[in-house]
């Protein structure tokens, strides 16, 4: 069976740049994340690996809402000039980058996506809480800091909603992680009520003259920020590729 560790490019590397007490060390951050790499296909066993970076096209998130991860620390200018040595050495090692049209999470959702549609198994190398939504038994997510497999059942028992409604949860409740919005004044533990009550948005929104008068007020004002909420919430599974699974075969 194709297992494929497909490897969050930015994620692994700015969490790791982060802790380093020289950050214009650049060489000593490329044999750190070669040594991660290594550790990582060691434990997984994968047949096919692939980085995944960020494009230059601007995302059809930030088109759609112009805060979008905004307030987001800009990457360090030592970092960002040390990013052309560390595809480098990556390439000479036989390490597949994968150049995604603008979000890199899209790609990932698409790549892991495909393969479990043909039987494979993708493991996503990412702490972006987002993956959750498309975890099932042959796609996985994986926490290198943490050394563990994200847990849906205690992601469950975290948010206080089904997996399958993590996405309304997220349209209603905002996520931090990613700066998207949700409703003004619906917080996690309200909007897990409202999902656990009404079971999805829709419902919610056809019930709401059995709401107290100021959460009924606030979600009809915030109706039109969850559509947005929700769209920026949800991974794209059919993003072009310029790509085969061929080519990221470990040698």
């Keep these: 069976m194709n297992r494929l560790l497909i490897i969050d490019a930015l994620n692994l590397i700015r969490r790791m740049h982060a802790t380093q007490p020289d950050e214009s060390d650049m060489d000593a951050l490329t044999l750190r994340l070669v040594s991660a790499t290594q550790k990582l296909i060691s434990f997984h066993s994968p047949t096919h690996l692939v980085f995944v970076w960020e494009g230059s096209k601007e995302s059809w998130r930030k088109e759609l809402y112009q805060d979008y991860k905004k307030g987001r620390k800009p990457m360090p200018e030592a970092l960002n000039q040390g990013l052309k040595q560390i595809k480098t050495e990556f390439d000479e090692r036989g390490w597949f980058s994968l150049t995604a049209e603008s979000e890199a999470?899209?790609?990932?959702?698409?790549?892991?996506?495909?393969?479990?549609?043909?039987?494979g198994e993708a493991i996503i190398v990412s702490t972006d809480a987002g993956f959750t939504q498309l975890l099932h038994p042959s796609i996985k997510q994986w926490d290198h800091y943490a050394?563990?497999?994200f847990d849906v059942k205690k992601l469950e028992q975290k948010y206080g909603?089904?997996?399958?409604?993590?996405?309304?949860?997220?349209?209603?409740?905002?996520?931090?992680?990613?700066?998207?919005?949700?409703?003004?004044?619906?917080?996690?533990?309200?909007?897990?009520?409202?999902?656990?009550?009404?079971?999805?948005?829709?419902?919610?929104?056809?019930?709401?003259?059995t709401l107290g008068e100021k959460q009924a007020k606030k979600l009809a004002e915030g109706k039109e920020m969850a559509r947005i909420s929700y769209k920026l919430s949800k991974m794209v599974t059919n993003s072009p590729l310029k790509a085969r699974l061929s080519d990221f075969r470990i040698n």
Excluded: C, M
């Excluded at 999470?105 to 039987?119: C, F, N, R, W, Y």
């Excluded at 209603?172 to 409202?194: D, F, Q, V």
């Design 105 to 119: 999470d899209d790609a990932i959702a698409t790549l892991a996506t495909k393969l479990a549609e043909h039987g």
């Design 161 to 209: 909603v089904e997996q399958n409604q993590f996405l309304e949860f997220w349209a209603l409740a905002g996520s931090s992680g990613n700066k998207i919005p949700g409703i003004t004044g619906i917080g996690p533990k309200s909007a897990a009520e409202l999902l656990k009550t009404f079971r999805s948005i829709a419902n919610i929104y056809i019930s709401l003259n």
């Design 147 to 149: 050394q563990q497999y």
